[in-house]
C-alpha cells in the first residue's frame, strides 16, 4: 500500500478529507507523541520561538509522512469510537458557531464606531467613548468563552442577541440618534 492510499484510508475512519486529515489527526490527539518536548509543546526558551516547541509547533504532536507514520496512525485511529469523532466535530461546530456570532458582534461595533466617528481601533478619549466600548466588552468575552463551551449554541444566539441590542441602545443612549 502506498503512503496516499493510506492516508485516504485514515481520512475515510476519520471521517475528514485528506486535504484536511492532518488537523483531524491533531485534533483527535492521534499524531506521534512530540520527541523534542515530549508531548507537553513547550521546550526551553528561545527568543524566536518563546517556549513554544518549534518541532510541533506547540501541539506536542508530529506527523511522520511515511507509510509506517501513517500506518501508527492508523493503529491509533481504529481505536477511536464513531461517538468520539461525532464529540469532536460537535466541539468544531460550537466554536465555528461561537467565533462567528464574535465577528458578527465585532462588525456591528466597528459600524457604529463609524457612525459616531470614533477611532477605529480601542483608543479610548471620551468618557463616552469609553462607556460604549466597556457596555459591549462583556459580550464578546462571552462570545470567546463559549466557543470552548459544549453545546453552546443557544447561549451563543442569546448573547449575540443582546450584544447588538445593546450596541443599538448605548449609541442612542451615549451619542444621540
Ligand atoms: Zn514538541
Redesign the pocket.
Known amino acids: 500500500m502506498t503512503t496516499e492510499a493510506m492516508k485516504i484510508k485514515v481520512a475515510e475512519m476519520l471521517k475528514t478529507t485528506t486535504e484536511k486529515l492532518n488537523a483531524r489527526v491533531f485534533g483527535l490527539k492521534l499524531g506521534d507523541v512530540?520527541d523534542?518536548?515530549g508531548g507537553c509543546?513547550e521546550?526551553s526558551f528561545n527568543p524566536t520561538h518563546g517556549t513554544k516547541?518549534f518541532?510541533?509547533d506547540g501541539s506536542?504532536q508530529t506527523i511522520s509522512n511515511s507509510l509506517a507514520g501513517w500506518k501508527r496512525i492508523y493503529n491509533r485511529a481504529i481505536q477511536v469510537k464513531p461517538y468520539e469523532i461525532e464529540a469532536y466535530l460537535q466541539d468544531l461546530r460550537n466554536r465555528k458557531n461561537a467565533s462567528g456570532a464574535f465577528k458578527t458582534l465585532h462588525t456591528a461595533w466597528k459600524s457604529a464606531n463609524e457612525r459616531i466617528g470614533m477611532p477605529k481601533h480601542f483608543t479610548l478619549n471620551s468618557p463616552q467613548h469609553s462607556a460604549f466600548n466597556a457596555a459591549i466588552a462583556p459580550f464578546s468575552e462571552k462570545l470567546s468563552t463559549l466557543q470552548y463551551k459544549k453545546d453552546s449554541h443557544n447561549e451563543v444566539l442569546a448573547v449575540l442577541k443582546e450584544g447588538l441590542e445593546t450596541i443599538a441602545k448605548k449609541e442612542i443612549e451615549l451619542f444621540g440618534s
Open positions: 512530540c523534542r518536548c509543546g521546550y516547541c518541532k510541533c506536542g
